[in-house]
């Protein structure tokens, strides 16, 4: 096996402070780099990255800036109820409510301002 030394999710967007807005106040992500074209996330114990990219820079590949489908993202975290409640007050948009799955996990869907859909689960103790 290779050895993996990071990975990092990218989301080509049309709305970068918007969508650093939405994964800086529902997760736990802080800013590393902020430009015009490129916001990288990390997370506070430095184990998570999300990057923000402007679709149309030349960097990105013309298959990729297109509207997304075919994925969704999902974060686990301690109470998903809590994370909810805080996109319901920054007025973001929810797909889904909380729910229990029969998988054993709480539940909710939301998407960002870019379309991309986010599943927030928490485990059901």
């Not at 007050?89 to 859909?117: C, H, S, W």
């Amino acid at each position: 096996m290779k050895k993996i030394d990071r990975m990092m999710t990218n989301i080509c967007s049309d709305k970068l402070p918007e969508t650093r807005d939405f994964y800086t106040k529902l997760f736990d992500f802080t800013i590393d780099y902020d430009s015009d074209w490129f916001i990288h996330l990390i997370s506070k114990n430095k184990q998570l990255e999300l990057g923000i990219i402007d679709r149309t820079h030349e960097i990105v590949p013309k298959e990729c800036q297109n509207q997304p489908q075919g994925f969704y993202i999902t974060f686990v975290v301690e109470n998903a109820d809590a994370v909810f409640e805080m996109a319901k007050n920054n007025g973001f948009e929810i797909i889904a409510a909380p729910e229990n799955t029969f998988y054993g996990q709480r539940r909710v869907l939301l998407k960002d301002p870019n379309g991309t859909m986010v599943d927030v689960s928490s485990p059901i103790r």
